[in-house]
């Protein structure tokens, strides 16, 4: 929806996440089609979690993200990988690339903000240190950058950067993700509204951890869909799946 808008009304988005911010820096200037988005990701505080000990995670717990200094919310989204689901429903509509197009690699180290591989084989990466700051000030100053002398990368502070599959079995959300930007319409709403739910259910200890991606899928097993949705579709669908994500944790 706003997508559209924005380009009636000739309008730039910029976007200010990281790894969109790392995407849209590796496609300025090329005119070439791309072979696919490569989002990455840090694993989140469970990433060296074995699986069979999800269910007994604490808030504590997910709170202490390894790489980031973000808020609550993003923080625990971050260790559902719920949030990277999101970037990839974002990325498509950032840059009109189908799913196929869009993979997630686990980068533990946080360096690697996101990469663009071309139909030649070229790779384009943008790196820098985890701090929002760069990409906030890109946006905000673009098409210039802003002039940050206390900024210096340190490669001998970083000498391996690292790269892993993401485990789909430990962190379903991701795949729940690709599932609602294939599904389109309402899908996204469905998984955001239920997912908000759950997670302040989960901060506020009135839930597992677990529960958080069981809830999502409560609700888009059983909320009402529509293909092309107006504003109010979406307004009904996020109602909808707070209501069915509460009905699910006995809020």
Known sequence: Y?????????????PIDSEHSAIFQCLAGEQSPIRRLIITCSGGAFRDLPRERLADVTVEQALRHPQWDMGAKI??????????GFEVIEAHWLFGTPAEKISVLQHPQSIVHSMVEFEDGAIKAQLGTPDMRMPISFALLYPRRANRPGERFDFMSHPQLTFAEIDRTKYPALEIAYDCLRRGGTAACTMNGANEVAVAAFLGRKCAWLDIVRAIEYALARAAFAAAPTLEDYAAANEEARKLSAEFLAL
């Open 2 to 14: 706003v997508m559209r808008l924005a380009a009636e009304k000739r309008a730039p988005i910029l």
């Open 75 to 84: 923080t625990i989204d971050s260790s559902t990988l719920v949030n990277k």
